[in-house]
Structures are given as structure tokens and as C-alpha cells.
């Protein structure tokens, strides 16, 4: 299993973003400190908006901001958002499902248990747990 780069980017956007709350932080100044590019990230923060995890404003003075306490927003959430849109495995996807043994083959049933307590794990961490009490991070990102 593999996360895609969306993941990664969300995920650093908001313990950056917990980290300094309740600052407004520049898109470009995030971008830096997640070492990503600023259309990559602004693509992903759109995506965090429009799920409701951050606020963002234009402008001179505008930014982004959690939109929520860090302890109201669980890492499984921010997951399902970015992850959701790639199938796991082709027989997950009936829309472009070709395999010819998925009315026979036990492995799907498989994989969704699987999925299911991965994404159950990742259910019981939030954005605070990332964040609390982790001086390394907050030097990073106040550097």
C-alpha cells in the first residue's frame, strides 16, 4: 500500500496549520516548509476546504487556517478524502472492474477487511495527536 502525494500534502498542510494555530499561514510559506510545490499544495487545500478542515482567505492579509479544533479532525477522515478516489484494487472499483474471477474469488472480501481496520486505525489518531507536545515539529515549522 502506497498513499498518494495528495495524502502526504494534506496531512503535512494541517499539522502545519495545528502546529501554528490559530495563526492564518501563507499557502507559500506552507508549501516551503511541506517541501511541495505551491499548485500541488493550493490543489490540496482547496480539497481540505471544501471538506471542511480549513479556512482560507485571499488577499494581503488572507491564508490558511484550520477550519476546527485539531482534536475534531481524525487522520481516517483527511485519509478517506484523497485515498477514496483510488481504488485500492481494480475488483474495489466496479466501474472499471475487467477481472474475470470477481464472481468466484475470495480476495475482495479480504481487502475490504483489511481496508477496514486500516482505516479504523487511523479513525482513533487526530490532527492534535500528531501535534501535541511534538517540539521537533513545531521547530521545523517555525523555522
Do not use: W
Not at 19 to 42: G, I, K, W
Not at 58 to 83: M, N, T
Amino acid at each position: 500500500m502506497r498513499l498518494t502525494m495528495r495524502t502526504n500534502l494534506a496531512m503535512r498542510a494541517l499539522m502545519h496549520c495545528a502546529v501554528q494555530a490559530p495563526e492564518m499561514l501563507r499557502t507559500a510559506d506552507v508549501a516551503r516548509a511541506c517541501n511541495a510545490s505551491f499548485h500541488h499544495l493550493a490543489a490540496v487545500v482547496h480539497g481540505l476546504e471544501a471538506a471542511g478542515f480549513l479556512n482560507t482567505a485571499r488577499g494581503r492579509k488572507g491564508g490558511i487556517a484550520l477550519a476546527r479544533p485539531a482534536a475534531e479532525i481524525s487522520v481516517g477522515q483527511v485519509f478517506r478524502i484523497f485515498e477514496a478516489e483510488v481504488p485500492f484494487a481494480e475488483c474495489l472499483d466496479p466501474a472499471h472492474n475487467t477481472c474475470p474471477l470477481i464472481a468466484v474469488c475470495r480476495l475482495q472480501g479480504v481487502l475490504c477487511r483489511a481496508l477496514d481496520a486500516f482505516y479504523a486505525e487511523l479513525d482513533r489518531v487526530t490532527l492534535q495527536d500528531l501535534v501535541d507536545g511534538n517540539t521537533g515539529l513545531a521547530r521545523l515549522f517555525a523555522a
